[in-house]
């Protein structure tokens, strides 16, 4: 078995050896926490029947559990109200003999720690694939011992070196461009034998990968984010690990993965968990199958698994200080997991927001999960966000049909949105043309710049929190294929010798600089919009014939501001009524052209040119 020491980790437990394949986790813990329980899995060589005591008032030994497998402790400690931080010895004894020391730390909190804000509709998200955006640190694109030792730009699923020091080196360009908050793909060790770049393979749960950099690395990352006014959102994965991941060689439980650890396929039916006519056949295989072989599912229902998932996400958030946190394929998770694991962390950090994925283009799907829903069944979820695919959907839709066809083309906009009612919280979505598991936007729209801008358009100025995959900004897409080694495509300059890059500006098309051009201005109008962060929607729906076909019209507000969007998908220019929107819009309203930096006064009809979104602010 790989032996494994954590003495190079900023606040990990120290440790007086004995045997040298020692493994305390949690790494470290915090005094002042909301629960002062704490469980550590402790695991070296034949630990069965070994007692452990605590030698140092302020942390208490409450229960000590012997795993299926010898070499496993789980220890139940209380942390006192009063704890001071420090170093905390443990004794294991077996047999009256000590046999191993750890010196646990608990470490002191940031200040405000508990009430930590958290990313909202002010917010928004970009979304990178850190092996794909820029190599800041080349001496680290192999390491030596690792089952994966690929390096090639070149293949679509080998690692292609980008790292954590890249993206750090490039915050500048980030929060210049506008976004406020930056979602990586999981950074944490996937040692893996293929395919590993993606990060959602975990072969260790409190360790950054080598290959992206270190915990002090992406500590660094957090605390900078949170420096410049932005938020670092963590992709967490609740119900699968790798299949290289250390604790595959020898469990502490049979039960610790379904299936007794053999692969047993999920049937990806999420309808399964609300479905009132379900089998017990088909819920099982949904929440407890296995993904692919490479990713055993986690079993849940083992209570020492439930706390070890809890406290790693909890672990995370105090270390990295994380802003938010996005949850990897959230209905493969056991329902009742799912609660208890939002739970838990929102009882910590009660402002987090927490975005689940739950890919289905039915709201009422989608909606089942949101915090303050009432569903049929009784269930309560906690979570408060999820991403909105059943809108991303009518997007892609929207902008490819003829809109003359009877409820297609904007008309799949306005009638998904309609759907709102079934949502206890709809201002709590997460919008996106795209993200890492499907067709880029650009793709999508089938390379036409107009409709991408009216797409990205929509979505900053529509209800919710927008998402942008890296690269959209200057026109990235997927012409080759649907393969997730394509779309998750290079970031232009963010290696030496670049032809292109785009950081700097250097050897970008016309094209490609205007839509950054783009993103920047519509970005940092939405920084200061009222009506965006906080506003009402009302829309009209898209007529069906005349001067209104392919015309969609909408409005943010509050009491103060007013914000009224036009997007005409017409190949020519459209004169709308102004009148059909007299309830919101005054006759004579004067107006800004926000992206034509115009002033204007409205008369009975509105030119709206052709293929166009316009942004005017009532003024």
């Known amino acids: 078995m790989k032996k494994v020491l954590f003495l190079g980790l900023l606040f990990c437990a120290s440790f007086s050896l004995i045997s040298q394949d020692l493994r305390v986790e949690p790494l470290n813990w915090w005094v002042g926490m909301k629960n002062p329980n704490l469980q550590l899995l402790i695991k070296a060589k034949d630990l069965q029947g070994g007692t452990v005591s605590s030698t140092k008032a302020g942390l208490t030994v409450k ?16 942390v006192a109200p009063n704890a001071q931080a420090g170093t905390y010895p443990l004794i294991i004894k077996k047999n009256g003999k000590v046999v191993q020391t750890i010196n646990y730390s608990l470490e002191a909190r940031a200040k405000g720690s508990a009430n930590r804000p958290s990313y909202s509709t002010k917010d928004v998200i970009y979304l990178i694939t850190p092996d794909r955006f820029a190599n800041g640190n080349p001496a680290n694109d192999k390491v030596a011992g690792m089952r994966d030792m690929s390096l090639n730009r070149g293949a679509l699923y080998d690692r292609h070196g980008g790292d954590l020091r890249g993206i750090l080196d490039h915050l500048d360009y980030i929060k210049n461009m506008g976004f406020t908050a930056i979602w990586n793909m999981p950074e944490v060790e996937n040692d893996q034998t293929l395919e590993s770049y993606h990060g959602y393979g975990i072969t260790d749960h409190y360790k950054i990968d080598r290959r992206f950099g270190t915990n002090e690395d992406y500590r660094e990352l957090g605390m900078k984010t949170q420096a410049n006014g932005m938020y670092l959102i963590k992709d967490i994965i609740l119900n699968h690990c790798g299949s290289g991941h250390w604790w595959m060689e020898d469990m502490p439980f049979k039960d610790w993965i379904n299936f007794g650890g053999k692969f047993t396929s999920t049937t990806h039916r999420r309808e399964t968990v609300q479905d009132p006519h379900v089998s017990k056949y088909d819920a099982k295989l949904q929440t407890e199958g296995w993904f692919v072989p490479a990713m055993p599912d986690l079993n849940q ?11 790693n996400t909890i672990w995370w958030i105090e270390y990295a200080h994380l802003g938010g946190l996005r949850i990897d394929t959230y209905p493969y998770s056991t329902k009742e997991f799912a609660t208890m694991w939002s739970d838990a962390v929102l009882n910590e950090y009660p402002n987090l927001n927490m975005v689940g994925e739950e890919w289905s283009s039915n709201p009422i799907i989608t909606s089942y999960w949101q915090r303050g829903k009432v569903n049929r069944d009784g269930y309560k979820s906690s979570l408060p966000a999820l991403m909105d695919f059943p809108l991303q959907n009518a997007i892609s839709e929207a902008m490819n049909e003829n809109d003359k066809d009877w409820g297609k083309g904007l008309n799949k906009i306005y009638s998904v949105i309609s759907n709102d009612l079934v949502y206890a919280n709809p201002d709590n979505l997460v919008v996106f043309g795209d993200n890492h598991d499907m067709s880029r936007i650009y793709t999508q729209v089938k390379h036409d710049q107009a409709l991408l801008k009216m797409a990205m358009t929509y979505i900053f100025t529509t209800r919710g929190i927008p998402q942008v995959f890296y690269g959209t900004e200057i026109l990235m897409s997927n012409p080759k294929s649907s393969e997730h080694g394509e779309i998750r495509g290079d970031f232009p300059g ?37 009506a965006i962060h906080k506003g009402k929607l009302l829309h009209f729906g898209p007529e069906n014939s005349g001067e209104g076909n392919g015309v969609y019209v909408y409005f943010r507000y509050t009491s103060t501001q007013k914000v009224m969007v036009v997007l005409n998908k017409n190949t020519d220019a459209r004169n709308i009524d102004l009148s059909h929107y007299e309830e919101i819009l005054p006759a004579g309203a004067k107006a800004h052209n926000v992206m034509e930096s115009s002033d204007v006064v409205f008369g009975k009809t509105l030119n709206v040119p ?3 979104a316009q942004i005017f602010e009532i003024r």
């Not at 229960?63 to 209380?78: A, C």
């Not at 229902?301 to 406290?311: A, L």
Request: avoid cysteine; aromatic fraction near 14%; glycine fraction near 8%.
């Open 494 to 530: 963010g290696w030496a010798g670049d032809a292109k890059n785009a950081f700097t500006g250097a050897n970008l098309t016309a094209d490609e600089k205007a839509m950054q051009d783009f993103f920047k201005k519509i970005l940092s109008w939405r920084k200061g919009s009222e």
């Open 610 to 612: 052709a293929k166009s």
């Open 301 to 311: 229902k083992n209570p020492f698994m439930q706390q070890y998932i809890i406290q």
């Open 63 to 78: 229960k000590v559990t012997n795993g299926d497998s010898p070499n496993y402790l789980f220890v139940d400690l209380v």
